[in-house]
């Protein structure tokens, strides 16, 4: 079966540096232009979030520390 991931953000500490959407294999993740938070940035979210297969690189590569990944 295939591993499961949900990600999740602290979209308020999200500088829009894009890395984790550069490293995430699945193209799970995209900055959400609709948004703007507290510090002027449009913050990533998970814009498919049915193909995050929990590999939590995207945890690992943003400098901010702005995302947890829950194995599902
Ligand atoms: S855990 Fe892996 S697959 Fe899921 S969003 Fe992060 S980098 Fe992409
Ligand atoms: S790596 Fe972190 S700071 Fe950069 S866009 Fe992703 S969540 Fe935001």
Known sequence: MTVK???LFDSERCKACGI???FCPNEVLALD???INGQGYTPAYAQKP?????CKICAMMCPDMAIIVERA
Do not use: L, Y
């Open 50 to 54: 049915e193909a995050c297969i929990g």
């Open 5 to 7: 991931g949900r990600v």
């Open 33 to 35: 232009e609709s948004h």
């Open 20 to 22: 984790c959407i550069a």
